[in-house]
C-alpha cells in the first residue's frame, strides 16, 4: 500500500491510519456541503451588504466542514482503539466479531453520552448495529472477492487449454 509516496507494509495499522484519514476527508465534505446549503438558504434571505458579512459566513462554513470532519474521524478513531484494545484483552483474533460489536457499542455510548441515558443507550444501540452492518458487509465482500477469484482462475485455465 503506497501512503503519501512511501511504501508502506501492508498491516492492518497502516490500512487503519488510511481509513481514518479518507473519513476525515469524506466527514469533511458531507458537513461543508450541509454548511454550503445553509450559507445559500442565509444569502437569499439576507443577502449580505459588506465583504466582512461575506468573509464571516465564509468562515464559518469552513470550521462548520473542518470540525464535522474532526467529528467523524474521532467517531472512528475511537472505534478503532476500543476494537485494538478489546483484541488484546481478550487474546482474540483481528476480525473478531464481538470485540466490533462491542466497541461500536462503547463509542455508540461515549459519543452519545451528553443526551442522557436513554439517548446514551440509543447511540450504544446504534453503533453496534453499524458496527454488525460493518462486519456483515466485510464479510459479503470477502465471499464475492473468492467468488471472483475461483471465476477468474477457470477462465485462465479455459484459456491455457
Known sequence: ?????????????????????????????????????????????????TKAIRNERLIRMASKSCIGGVKI????????????????????????????????GITGLLFSLRGGPAVALQGSIIGAGLSYAFVMAKDTFKIIDEELEKKIKEQQEVKKE
Do not use: H
Open 1 to 49: 500500500m503506497k501512503i503519501f509516496d512511501r511504501e508502506v507494509q501492508n498491516s492492518r495499522i497502516a490500512q487503519w491510519k488510511a481509513l481514518v484519514a479518507g473519513s476525515m476527508v469524506f466527514g469533511s465534505m458531507i458537513y461543508g456541503f450541509q454548511a454550503l446549503r445553509e450559507n445559500a438558504e442565509l444569502n437569499i434571505q439576507k443577502p449580505p451588504t
Open 73 to 104: 474521524s474521532a467517531f472512528l478513531t475511537s472505534y478503532l482503539a476500543f476494537d485494538f484494545c478489546l483484541e488484546y484483552v481478550r487474546n482474540s483474533k483481528p476480525d473478531d466479531v464481538v470485540n466490533k460489536i462491542t466497541s461500536g
